[in-house]
């Protein structure tokens, strides 16, 4: 069983920069590929980014690309997920989640674990 713990959330206006950040409770953390996902109220989960198991291989959602950059840490268990330019959109809950496989995923269903999420509240 692997535990992911998010925090960094939290209210900024828009234009504005956070940095969410999610621990993972595993040693084989780099055996992982990892992705973060939102959910606003009212709409589905939806894919954010993803990030293969080296780091060396990353993946993003049309919405966020050339604004959030997907990042990770295995010697600290750490994926990081920096959002700039935050819009009004973007708010929602993020969840990060941790996959079986290698390989970077934007399918949510590719992932076995996920953690209690992050509220992010972006005002314009």
């Known amino acids: 069983q692997v535990q992911l713990v998010e925090s960094g959330g939290g209210l900024v206006q828009a234009g504005r920069s956070l940095r969410l950040s999610c621990v993972a409770s595993e040693r084989t953390f780099r055996n992982r590929a990892m992705g973060w996902f939102r959910q606003a109220p009212g709409k589905e989960r939806e894919f954010v980014a993803a990030?293969?198991?080296?780091?060396?291989?990353?993946d993003y959602a049309d919405s966020v690309k050339d604004r959030f950059t997907v990042s990770r840490d295995n010697a600290e268990n750490t994926v990081y997920l920096q959002m700039n330019s935050l819009k009004p959109e973007d708010t929602a809950v993020y969840y990060c989640a941790a996959s079986s496989r290698l390989e970077r995923v934007a399918n949510q269903y590719e992932y076995d674990y996920w953690g209690q999420g992050t509220q992010v509240t972006v005002s314009s």
């Open positions: 990030i293969s198991g080296s780091g060396g291989s990353t």
